[in-house]
């Protein structure tokens, strides 16, 4: 019975330190690079090819995160490298 409780013991010790540090490498992947970007144009393409723009300015990519058209289309981005 003590072998078991070891045994969970030892195993629970190695899957937290597993999952810290995991963490913590996401962590590190992630925040390298994101800068978060807008653009405002009459129209979604010509705002998302601001943003296009932008991120060829910065040698990035990036992902659309938010878009609204009320009297002209907004987008909303993160540059990613």
């Known amino acids: 019975m003590k072998a078991i409780k070891n045994f969970v013991?030892?195993?629970?010790?190695?899957?937290?330190?597993?999952?810290?540090?995991?963490?913590?490498?996401?962590?590190?992947?992630?925040?390298?690079?994101a800068q978060s970007i807008s653009a405002t144009a009459a129209t979604?393409?010509?705002?998302?090819?601001k943003i296009a723009a932008q991120a060829v300015q910065a040698g990035a990519s990036y992902k659309i995160t938010g878009a609204r058209?009320?009297?002209?289309?907004?987008?909303?981005?993160?540059?990613?490298k």
């Open 44 to 49: 979604l393409d010509s705002a998302e090819a």
């Open 69 to 80: 058209v009320n009297n002209g289309a907004y987008v909303t981005a993160v540059l990613r």
């Open 9 to 33: 013991a030892d195993s629970t010790v190695s899957l937290v330190k597993n999952a810290v540090a995991v963490s913590v490498l996401s962590l590190i992947s992630f925040g390298g690079f």
